[in-house]
């Protein structure tokens, strides 16, 4: 299974982008499935950056985007998304989706890479000052 990341791209600092995650299998339904992005900066590692519980029911940010980001899905369409707003330089990085399904939500297992069992191949997003 892979799912496919869309949105990415070049923007000015305070500029906005939507992402859209969805599964290039029209047989997997994320529906059941934990959602979360991360992303990678050049040099870095990859870390956590928003995630949304399989029910759509709790979402998670980390404190670097919080108020700024919003994740959201839609279950019907087999579709997470990312709208990020309020860009900085700093939010400069490979963005990846990821579906996973047997980590514990209330122990906090959605911020860890480990625990995702299927992954999108990552898009850019180049925010310029």
């Known amino acids: 299974v892979q799912l496919q990341a869309s949105g990415g791209g070049l923007v000015q600092a305070g500029g906005s982008l939507r992402f859209s995650c969805a599964a290039c299998?029209?047989?997997?339904?994320?529906?059941?499935?934990?959602m979360g992005w991360f992303r990678q900066a050049r040099g870095k590692e990859r870390e956590f950056v928003a995630a949304?519980?399989?029910?759509?029911?709790?979402?998670s940010y980390a404190d670097s985007v919080k108020g700024r980001l919003t994740i959201s899905r839609d279950n019907a369409r087999n579709t997470v998304y990312l709208q990020m707003n309020s860009l900085k330089p700093e939010d400069t990085a490979v963005y990846y989706c990821?579906?996973?399904?047997?980590?514990?939500?209330?122990?906090?297992?959605?911020?860890?890479?480990?625990?995702?069992?299927?992954w999108g191949q990552g898009t850019l997003v180049t925010v310029s000052s």
């Open positions: 990821a579906a996973g399904s047997t980590f514990s939500w209330y122990s906090g297992g959605y911020s860890t890479p480990t625990g995702y069992d299927y």
């Open positions: 299998e029209r047989t997997f339904s994320i529906s059941s499935y934990n």
């Open positions: 949304i519980k399989w029910s759509g029911g709790s979402t």
